[in-house]
């Protein structure tokens, strides 16, 4: 969770940009979008509102499950984190 969503992108980009790599998973996101995407590109970066609003256009679109990874985000990740996780057990547990 994070107020800036393009610094947090930014920094996964060296993380998650290896991905980008693998055939099939370069063929997922092609289909996302534009070719050349990364997965810093897809993910539900923001505030809580930001994700959450995320999550359930997901599920509008017909997911029945979503996995949800928490990663550090700038500037603070240990409270990204912290906050991240909080957002995901209260989505899950309904509230």
Do not use: C, H, K, W
Not at 37 to 62: H, K, M, N, P, Y
């Amino acid at each position: 969770m994070t107020e800036d969503a393009a610094a947090a992108r930014a920094a996964l980009r060296g993380r998650l940009g290896p991905l980008g790599q693998f055939e099939s998973y370069r063929a997922a996101l092609d289909r996302l979008g534009p070719p050349g995407r990364g997965a810093q590109d897809v993910a539900l970066i923001g505030t809580e509102s930001a994700v959450a609003d995320g999550i359930g256009r997901l599920f509008e679109a017909g997911a029945q499950e979503v996995a949800a990874v928490v990663l550090p985000a700038p500037p603070n990740p240990p409270a990204s984190v912290r906050r991240g996780r909080a957002l995901i057990g209260a989505l899950a547990r309904g509230a």
